[in-house]
């Protein structure tokens, strides 16, 4: 199992429940890709939305957000953290 | 007290090794401006570093990034997260 951080932009403006409500979209079907969204963190001002994953796959966690409507190809893998 | 998503690029093939020894160079000096800097994730192939942080201000994030010798001019503050 890998470790991904995806990134989004464009999400000017969002509010913390959007965020909540994207994160919810995500955690009902994740479990079809074998992949678990851990974290986000947003800043509105900037539309920039960070999400930390774990999965088999890029492409395993670009299904997911697609599916839930907010699709990325922002996607890297973190090897290695601190 | 506010809380920062920095990017860093260009990483190409650090290693695990580096990764800590950048983040060491970080906490050496952080509290010089009431900073601290958290977690860090590293893509080696993407050449890319998350920074997750608390702080005053994204200037101070920025001065202590500068100051360990990894400057970076793309800080976000996260505002909510899940």
Redesign the interface.
Known sequence: MA?F?DVHSGFIGV??EQ??EA?EADLKIEGDEGVHFE????????G?V?C?STGPSKEAIMRIHERAGHPTTEV???????
């Open positions: 470790r951080m509010t913390p965020l909540a994160h974290r986000a963190w947003l800043d509105p001002e900037a920039k960070f930390l890297y893998e973190v090897t290695a953290e601190v």
